[in-house]
């Protein structure tokens, strides 16, 4: 139970991150009707994500939704491992 929690939360900051950006780019206008349908589409899978592992939880069904949570958690966690090699290695 509290590894699914783990996910959960790994991956709503995940769509905080993405939630940012979007307002950001709102305010800067790089976000604009040009590329809207993408960042929709970016932001609905996001809470499908998270409101989708919630509902399979609820039906009894925990290793589905840490299935579920699992699609945006290895990507994000790979990603973070790489930002962290690449702040320790020191590259030129």
Known sequence: MA???ILWGFDACIALVALYFFFIGLGDGSVSSFNMGIWLIVLG???VILVGSLWLKGMGKLLLA???LGILAVPGLLYVL???LVIVSNPR
């Open 66 to 68: 840490k299935g579920l």
């Open 45 to 47: 899978g996001l809470a």
């Open 3 to 5: 590894f699914f929690w």
């Open 82 to 84: 790489f930002m962290l």
